[in-house]
């Protein structure tokens, strides 16, 4: 059964923390797609992921501009990859319908009060199937 992470950020801002969350896990040797709300949140993410950390390297693509099974981290608005990931990482409002492919899902919840509102949603969207669920309160974002 997929396992729910929840991180609650202190922070209003989470490209810092999904950028070093995308880097522990490759570096864990974990695949990992990142499942944003639209097409300009995927290419900030893509932007964040080449300048946030001087020296750092994630190696990742845009799910659909290479296709390439090798990518460890794969960013995208749609639907998943066709290849196996253990890792999504949600960033989108609501929960995709593709969860359950995965392991592990993350979600990121930002300090703002209208995505703590979302969050709390699918919270409970996967609470009330009987998901097992994490929380990681007050998390550096």
Not at 54 to 64: E, K, N, R, S
């Amino acid at each position: 059964m997929t396992r729910i992470g929840f991180y609650i950020l202190r922070a209003a801002e989470p490209q810092a923390f999904l950028c070093r969350l995308c880097q522990q896990l490759y570096q864990r040797g974990q695949s990992v797609y990142v499942h944003a709300a639209d097409e300009q949140a995927v290419q900030q993410l893509d932007e964040s992921l080449w300048t946030y950390l001087p020296g750092a390297f994630v190696p990742h693509d845009v799910l659909g501009a290479n296709d390439s099974a090798d990518t460890p981290v794969l960013l995208g608005h749609g639907e998943p990859p066709e290849n196996r990931h253990d890792v999504l990482i949600n960033l989108a409002p609501d929960v995709p319908l593709f969860f359950s492919r995965f392991e592990r899902v993350a979600e990121i919840i930002p300090a703002e009060d209208s995505l703590k509102t979302a969050g709390r949603q699918r919270f409970q969207f996967y609470r009330d199937r009987g998901y097992p669920l994490d929380t990681y309160q007050d998390v550096d974002g």
